[in-house]
Every structure is written in C-alpha cells, then in structure tokens.
C-alpha cells in the first residue's frame, strides 16, 4: 500500500506510517503537536480518549527517520504537527481519509484507516509482545488481561518493543533471502 505514495508526500509517508507501525488512532496522530516528540528518547507523547497521555515508543527505524527530518524540516518549530499545505490548523480527518481513499484507488485494495491499526495489534500478537505491553502501546487499557500478564516498566516494555523489532526485521531479511534465491533459481 505504501508504495503506491509518492515518495515526495513525505507528510502522508509519515502520518499513515505512525498508523500502521505504532498503532495510533487517525485522530490522536493528527492531534500531536511538534512538542510531542521527543527525539532524545524517540518517543512520542500521545493524548488519548478522555485526554489521557502515553508515551509511544517509535521502535520502526523508517517511521523514526521519517519523524526525526519532518520535525527538522518540514514542521513549524512549535504547533500541530500535521498541518494542512500552507497553512498552521491542524490537517483535518475528512482529508486524511480522503487521501488515503485516494491511495487505495490507486493501489486497488479496499483497507480502512482503522485496519492500519488493528494490522499493527495483530504483528505485535503474532510476534510474542505480551499483552500487557501491547494494551499500554495502543492506549487500550480496557479488558481483561491475561491472568499471567503482569505489568512492566518503561524500560522493560521498550525492550520488549525492541526485541519484537529485531525478530520483525530477522524474519523479513530471511524471507527476503529465500525470496530473491527462488527467484534466481527459477
């Protein structure tokens, strides 16, 4: 689905990336200001429902490049961090869905903003982050948890973060080594 986004619509790149690769609703992405990264640790302050605020690990490193030369680049040096062309309101819903109703046109596949989300959820499960971590990445702390599920502290959830990341990536370099194998043998 990405690459069907021009590579210079950097601010798409980055807004849908923060979607599908850190499970953010559209409306929290496009209420961060540029104040809420913090590049020093890569984590992002994320206001909520309710106006609840949590700390998202950005553990992709494209999505972390992506957010490290937007806010350098792109963004004013205070405000929304999504703003519509030329101007400093915060881009609206409407035209994120629109865009992204543009891209999947193009790409011929129906996908839902919300999928991006619940694509990310799903790799996180698959991949072994506990439940616990996952609640916490996702702002869902509604549910129950798993009766093993405990509870762990920042630095233990970013390792795990982190540890997924490195398994994700593993798993990719290997498929991409069969794949690129099968096709020169056949």
């Not at 992204?100 to 072994?128: E, F, M, N, P, T």
Request: hydrophobic share 40%.
């Amino acid at each position: 689905m990405f690459a069907v986004i021009p590579h210079h619509a950097d601010r798409d790149h980055l807004l849908f990336g923060l979607l599908a690769h850190l499970g953010l609703r559209p409306g929290e992405a496009l209420a961060l200001a540029v104040d809420d990264f913090q590049e020093a640790t890569a984590s992002l302050f994320v206001t909520g429902w309710g106006g609840k605020r949590r700390r998202v690990l950005v553990d992709d490193r494209q999505v972390l490049l992506r957010l490290e030369n937007y806010v350098r680049f792109a963004a004013s040096s205070s405000g929304p961090l999504f703003t519509a062309v030329g101007r400093s309101t915060p881009l609206r819903y409407q035209s994120v869905q629109h865009r992204w109703a543009q891209y999947c046109a193009r790409a011929g596949i129906d996908v839902k903003l919300s999928d991006l989300r619940r694509a990310h959820v799903a790799d996180l499960v698959a991949g072994g982050v506990p439940e616990s971590v996952i609640r916490e990445r996702i702002g869902q702390a509604a549910g129950v948890l798993d009766p093993g599920s405990i509870l762990l502290s920042r630095e233990e959830s970013d390792a795990e973060m982190r540890a997924w990341q490195e398994r994700s990536a593993a798993g990719s370099r290997i498929t991409g080594m069969s794949n690129a194998r099968e096709r020169h043998v056949g």
